[in-house]
């Protein structure tokens, strides 16, 4: 059971950081294209399409956060502490991005303001987002339960790259989003914005595939030693199919298949990333079993995700039911 | 006591005492918000909706600024404090984790439900929503009191190479402090909205304006804190018991008692000395404190100097804050009792004078909650872990430029977001409760798609 129970967490808190990713991902990437949009009416319209979900998304980060916090405590304490400047630039950028959604509505000679919270907060939570997992990615050499080169250690090109290619990956799902969820005029802004938006994110994948093999050791022999490369190349080839049928259905004008295909997408690559970590929780060296909670903690909480996840997932399920359908401005507030 | 430890301190400080405000106002009104729509489903009376519906913006506003605040508190503990998260990971981790999963989900989806499903869901199930929020916010307050009594009065645990294991679960729920501390934080919430509910209505009295559903608010909120504050007072009383027994130097604090006494005075005003150990300018109660500490005339009550001093807690502001804190509750039992003396007498609509009370008393509430919770928190100290853990061995020792840079990002970020925040709230007060969303819309199918046509001519 002690083996078990934090490969089974690891799992859990990959599945959690997922949902997040992809959940909170349309939303932060519609923020991100609001620039984009020709008028305020517009710009009302893509933030109701996830004004009465978005809370429930972003809550998939607060599960990450706490699951890791009972699951991993070493993992959560020193990834937290290590990444202190990041972890504070999403924070505030968050803080920004979701009072916008009440204020926005409640301004009146303040709306500007607002509305440049929103945009600018996406931007940087997916900015600082990316950076964080590039520089967990790379790995953090540890001493003693710090980081080995203090409070810029997780600045470097790597890091800077996987910041930036979230914040494109993000408007792609915002604007596959936007589309599924809005109609005339903007849906062809956001269908125009989609064609150039894939191209970024598969050359950014590709930048960063290429670049993985040359992080570290470990990295390199996950992906390129037999037999390990015939296990994982199941994901390259599912990405690359995924690509294509992702831009076919671009250029066909579909509208809820670039959604769904942008989504899985998005999830191959995080799988991508996620393979390269295991079996760590902080690379290079820090193992889900070096920071694994004690037994009974780790199962204490099992009890209750294997119960109340299924319960989340259903009444999710439930409120996206409720609010489905093309939105526009006047679907708004109340 | 390093510089950056010390920022790190005032960061919590600052970030807690602003996150607590919300959910402090916010859980007593997901109930009164809950209480006015079930009103509303049986008499159908359009004054109550439109009391709903104001309220239901207000909401929106203090939850969604709750959130955010909210989010940043679940990463702290990790950011400046990861050695409280390495040794206490094992405990406290697994009680927030319950919270998410139980109560933020719960929350956050309904509360879509709530301030957008109006004209998609049916009337029940609109009103299903707004309990699921309420009952979403009992839970979470269940989760996380439990997770700070545990830190006041630890049970449960094994302590092995200074990292806490869980030995019972259920001892570490159901800690020695958690069935006071529950109720006492509950009625605490439950008063502040009341007193806000009330303020405002009176405020509305004042100035002659929606005078009909300010009345209503009036007696609600009226009839709920004299119903609340004896029971509030009878728990702090039970509360101050439990705190003698595990953790004098607290109560030692709250007192500033110095010495070890049977027949204590109850000290009403002092200004504690603490390098002196003595109090100037006194004004005392002969047996007044061992009456309401120890239930006894002459009950025995532990002072200061039974404990080294690097294990006593700040004097100075635990005796202050847990005065103010009182005097609030005091204040809101002389509320309750005027007001229902008029009430009686049927002066209720015209006593202007106890309207000026009412309103002054509108932020008494949040006052209150924030004393109370500096006596808890400060009195604490100097532990994280009550006898177990220090603060000092808690901290991360993260850089101190790092602390500097979060610590003056978040005041200037809070001051500009939540500034704007209380200007919105006071325009959707002085605004006031308008006519609600046309009831027409709400007749439609439930789940009905809206298509453009018809909410433009809605518009």
Same mark, same amino acid.
């Given at each position: 059971?002690?083996?078990?129970?934090?490969?089974?967490?690891?799992?859990?808190?990959?599945?959690?950081?997922?949902?997040?990713?992809?959940?909170?991902?349309?939303?932060?990437?519609?923020?991100?294209?609001?620039?984009?949009?020709?008028?305020?009416?517009?710009?009302?319209?893509?933030?109701?399409?996830?004004?009465?979900?978005? @809370?429930?998304?972003?809550?998939?980060?607060?599960? *990450? !956060?706490?699951?890791?916090?009972?699951?991993?405590?070493?993992?959560?304490?020193?990834?937290?502490?290590?990444?202190?400047?990041?972890?504070?630039?999403?924070?505030?950028?968050?803080?920004?991005?979701?009072?916008?959604?009440?204020?926005?509505?409640?301004?009146?000679?303040?709306?500007?303001?607002? =509305?440049?919270?929103?945009?600018? !907060?996406?931007?940087?939570?997916?900015?600082?987002?990316?950076?964080?997992? !590039?520089?967990?990615?790379?790995?953090?050499?540890?001493?003693? =339960?710090?980081?080995? @080169? *203090?409070?810029?250690?997780?600045?470097?090109?790597?890091?800077?790259?996987?910041?930036?290619?979230?914040?494109?990956?993000?408007?792609?799902?915002?604007?596959?989003?936007?589309?599924?969820?809005?109609? *005339?005029?903007?849906?062809?802004?956001?269908?125009?914005?989609?064609?150039?938006?894939?191209?970024?994110?598969?050359?950014?994948?590709?930048?960063?595939?290429?670049?993985?093999?040359?992080?570290?050791?470990?990295?390199?022999?996950?992906?390129?030693?037999?037999?390990?490369?015939?296990?994982?190349?199941?994901?390259?080839?599912?990405?690359?199919?995924?690509?294509?049928?992702?831009?076919?259905?671009?250029?066909?004008?579909?509208?809820?298949?670039?959604?769904?295909?942008?989504?899985?997408?998005? !999830?191959?690559?995080?799988?991508?990333?996620?393979?390269?970590?295991?079996?760590?929780?902080?690379?290079?060296?820090?193992?889900?079993?070096?920071?694994?909670?004690?037994?009974?903690?780790?199962?204490?909480?099992?009890?209750?995700?294997?119960?109340?996840?299924?319960?989340?997932?259903?009444?999710?399920?439930?409120?996206?039911?409720?609010?489905?359908?093309?939105?526009?401005? @006047?679907?708004?507030?109340? | 006591?390093?510089?950056?430890?010390? &920022?790190?301190?005032?960061?919590?400080?600052?970030?807690? +005492?602003?996150?607590?405000?919300?959910?402090?106002?916010?859980?007593?009104?997901?109930?009164?918000?809950?209480?006015?729509?079930?009103?509303?489903?049986?008499?159908?009376?359009?004054?109550?909706?439109?009391?709903?519906?104001?309220?239901?913006?207000?909401?929106?506003? +203090?939850?969604? /600024?709750?959130?955010?605040?909210?989010?940043?508190?679940?990463?702290?503990?990790?950011?400046?404090?990861?050695?409280?998260?390495?040794?206490?990971?094992?405990?406290?981790?697994?009680?927030?984790?319950?919270?998410?999963? #139980?109560? $933020?989900?719960?929350?956050? #989806?309904?509360?879509?439900?709530?301030?957008?499903?109006?004209?998609?869901?049916?009337?029940?199930?609109?009103?299903?929503? #707004?309990?699921?929020?309420?009952?979403?916010?009992?839970? +979470?307050?269940?989760?996380?009191?439990?997770?700070?009594?545990?830190?006041?009065?630890?049970?449960?645990?094994?302590?092995?190479?200074?990292?806490?294991?869980?030995?019972?679960?259920?001892?570490?729920?159901?800690?020695?402090?958690?069935?006071?501390?529950?109720?006492? /934080?509950?009625?605490?919430?439950?008063?502040?909205?009341?007193?806000?509910?009330?303020?405002?209505?009176?405020?509305?009295?004042?100035?002659?304006?929606?005078?009909?559903?300010?009345? &209503?608010?009036?007696?609600?909120?009226?009839?709920?804190?004299?119903?609340?504050?004896?029971?509030?007072?009878?728990?702090?009383?039970?509360?101050?018991?439990?705190?003698?027994?595990?953790?004098?130097?607290?109560?030692?604090?709250?007192?500033?008692?110095?010495?070890?006494?049977?027949?204590?005075?109850?000290?009403?005003?002092?200004?504690?000395?603490?390098?002196?150990?003595?109090?100037?300018?006194?004004?005392?109660?002969?047996?007044?404190? +061992?009456?309401?500490?120890?239930?006894?005339?002459?009950?025995?009550?532990?002072?200061?100097?039974?404990?080294?001093?690097?294990?006593?807690?700040?004097?100075?502001?635990?005796?202050?804050?847990?005065?103010?804190?009182?005097?609030?509750?005091?204040?809101?039992?002389?509320?309750?009792?005027?007001?229902?003396?008029?009430?009686?007498?049927?002066?209720?609509?015209?006593?202007?004078?106890?309207?000026? $009370?009412? %309103?002054?008393?509108?932020?008494?509430?949040?006052?209150?909650?924030?004393?109370?919770?500096?006596?808890?928190?400060?009195?604490?100290?100097?532990?994280?872990?009550?006898?177990? /853990?220090?603060?000092?061995?808690?901290?991360?020792?993260?850089?101190?430029?790092?602390?500097?840079?979060? &610590?003056? %990002?978040?005041?200037?970020?809070?001051?500009?977001?939540?500034?704007?925040?209380?200007?919105?709230?006071?325009?959707?007060?002085?605004?006031?409760?308008?006519?609600?969303?046309?009831?027409?819309? /709400?007749?439609?199918?439930? %789940?009905?798609?809206?298509?453009?046509?018809?909410?433009?001519?809605?518009?």
């Amino acid at each position: 059971m002690e083996n078990v129970l934090p490969v089974i967490w690891f799992f859990i808190i990959g599945f959690g950081v997922a949902m997040y990713v992809l959940l909170d991902g349309f939303v932060l990437g519609s923020g991100i294209l609001t620039p984009f949009a020709d008028d305020d009416h517009q710009r009302d319209t893509m933030m109701n399409t996830a004004a009465p979900i978005w @809370d429930g998304n972003e809550t998939w980060l607060v599960l *990450g !956060g706490a699951g890791l916090f009972a699951a991993f405590p070493r993992a959560y304490s020193i990834v937290l502490s290590t990444l202190y400047l990041p972890v504070l630039l999403m924070l505030i950028a968050l803080i920004f991005r979701g009072v916008a959604f009440e204020f926005r509505f409640k301004a009146d000679s303040s709306r500007w303001l607002w =509305g440049i919270a929103f945009t600018v !907060g996406s931007m940087f939570t997916a900015f600082a987002q990316g950076v964080i997992l !590039g520089a967990l990615v790379e790995g953090m050499p540890l001493k003693g =339960g710090k980081y080995l @080169d *203090g409070a810029f250690a997780w600045f470097s090109p790597f890091s800077m790259l996987t910041g930036i290619a979230v914040v494109f990956g993000y408007a792609l799902l915002g604007a596959t989003w936007i589309v599924l969820k809005t109609e *005339g005029r903007l849906q062809r802004i956001a269908f125009d914005l989609t064609r150039p938006l894939m191209l970024a994110v598969i050359a950014f994948m590709l930048l960063v595939s290429a670049w993985l093999p040359f992080l570290d050791d470990t990295l390199r022999q996950r992906w390129f030693t037999w037999p390990n490369f015939l296990y994982l190349s199941p994901v390259p080839v599912l990405t690359a199919i995924n690509a294509a049928l992702l831009w076919r259905a671009v250029l066909r004008n579909r509208e809820l298949a670039p959604f769904v295909l942008a989504l899985c997408f998005f !999830g191959l690559g995080f799988i991508g990333l996620v393979a390269g970590i295991w079996p760590n929780i902080v690379p290079p060296s820090l193992t889900i079993w070096e920071a694994a909670a004690a037994p009974s903690s780790q199962g204490f909480v099992l009890v209750g995700a294997l119960i109340m996840i299924p319960a989340v997932l259903g009444y999710t399920f439930y409120s996206y039911r409720v609010f489905r359908g093309k939105v526009t401005s @006047d679907t708004g507030y109340h | 006591m390093s510089d950056a430890e010390f &920022l790190s301190r005032i960061q919590f400080g600052f970030v807690i +005492s602003f996150h607590i405000l919300f959910p402090a106002f916010t859980i007593g009104l997901a109930w009164w918000l809950a209480f006015l729509e079930a009103l509303w489903l049986r008499k159908r009376e359009d004054h109550i909706r439109d009391l709903y519906f104001f309220w239901l913006r207000i909401f929106a506003l +203090s939850f969604g /600024m709750g959130v955010v605040s909210g989010i940043v508190m679940s990463f702290q503990f990790g950011t400046n404090w990861s050695k409280f998260s390495t040794a206490a990971g094992n405990i406290i981790g697994p009680l927030l984790s319950y919270e998410v999963l #139980t109560a $933020f989900f719960l929350e956050a #989806t309904f509360l879509g439900v709530m301030l957008f499903g109006w004209r998609r869901v049916s009337h029940r199930t609109h009103f299903f929503a #707004t309990c699921m929020v309420a009952i979403g916010t009992l839970i +979470s307050t269940f989760w996380i009191i439990s997770a700070n009594s545990w830190m006041q009065t630890p049970a449960g645990y094994e302590l092995r190479d200074g990292i806490f294991y869980p030995a019972s679960w259920w001892s570490v729920i159901f800690n020695p402090s958690f069935f006071y501390r529950l109720p006492h /934080m509950v009625l605490a919430a439950f008063l502040t909205t009341a007193s806000v509910v009330g303020g405002i209505a009176a405020f509305y009295l004042i100035r002659d304006v929606h005078v009909e559903k300010a009345r &209503l608010m009036l007696r609600c909120a009226l009839a709920f804190i004299a119903i609340t504050v004896p029971v509030q007072i009878l728990v702090g009383d039970m509360h101050g018991l439990n705190v003698r027994e595990y953790q004098p130097a607290k109560l030692a604090a709250i007192e500033a008692r110095w010495e070890t006494q049977r027949g204590v005075p109850l000290t009403l005003f002092a200004w504690p000395d603490e390098k002196a150990e003595t109090n100037r300018y006194d004004i005392e109660v002969p047996h007044l404190g +061992s009456l309401i500490l120890t239930h006894e005339w002459d009950g025995e009550v532990k002072g200061l100097k039974d404990f080294p001093v690097d294990q006593r807690p700040p004097v100075k502001p635990v005796f202050f804050a847990f005065r103010i804190m009182v005097g609030i509750g005091l204040l809101m039992l002389a509320m309750a009792a005027t007001g229902l003396l008029l009430w009686w007498r049927k002066r209720l609509n015209s006593a202007r004078w106890y309207w000026y $009370f009412c %309103a002054a008393m509108t932020p008494a509430g949040f006052v209150g909650v924030l004393c109370g919770w500096y006596t808890a928190e400060i009195g604490r100290q100097p532990y994280v872990v009550y006898g177990l /853990m220090r603060t000092a061995d808690a901290f991360s020792g993260v850089e101190l430029g790092s602390v500097i840079t979060s &610590l003056t %990002a978040f005041i200037v970020v809070y001051a500009i977001v939540f500034g704007f925040g209380t200007w919105y709230l006071f325009k959707l007060l002085r605004k006031g409760p308008i006519a609600a969303p046309p009831l027409r819309a /709400m007749t439609q199918t439930a %789940a009905r798609p809206m298509s453009a046509a018809e909410s433009k001519g809605a518009h």
